[in-house]
Nanobody
Framework: QVQFVESGGGLVQAGGSLRLSCVAS????????IGWYRQAAGNQREWVAR???????NYADSSKGRFTISRDNAKNTVYLQMNSLKPEDTAVYYC????????????WGQGTQVTVSS
């Protein structure tokens, strides 16, 4: 089993930046790709970015050009650098296995709250 713990959220003004961290523990050798997801109040969870073991990255249209996903394999950590934040980025952010754009994991951690004020 793999556990994911997110951190780094907070309150920031529009246009500001935050860097989220995701530490994976457990059977990390089995991870092929990790994704960052978010869920705003009253909305469905959506994916934001993903990174594969080899370093390939993909971004949702909402995050493309503003967010950067990266990983430090030695630390079993995946990061999400978020720049030019907008109020609509306000959500709880989670990291988890990446399965597909239409199939999300069923078990989730606590996530980290990101609030962007206008």
């Amino acid at each position: 089993q793999v556990q994911f713990v997110e951190s780094g959220g907070g309150l920031v003004q529009a246009g500001g930046s935050l860097r989220l961290s995701c530490v994976a523990s457990g059977s990390t050798f089995s991870i092929r790709a990790i994704g960052w997801y978010r869920q705003a109040a009253g909305n469905q969870r959506e994916w934001v970015a993903r990174i594969y073991t080899g370093g390939t990255t993909n971004y949702a249209d909402s995050s493309k050009g503003r967010f950067t996903i990266s990983r430090d394999n030695a630390k079993n950590t995946v990061y999400l650098q978020m720049n030019s934040l907008k109020p609509e980025d306000t959500a709880v952010y989670y990291c988890n296995w990446w399965l597909s754009e239409s199939l999300f994991p069923s078990s989730w951690g606590q996530g980290t709250q990101v609030t962007v004020s206008s």
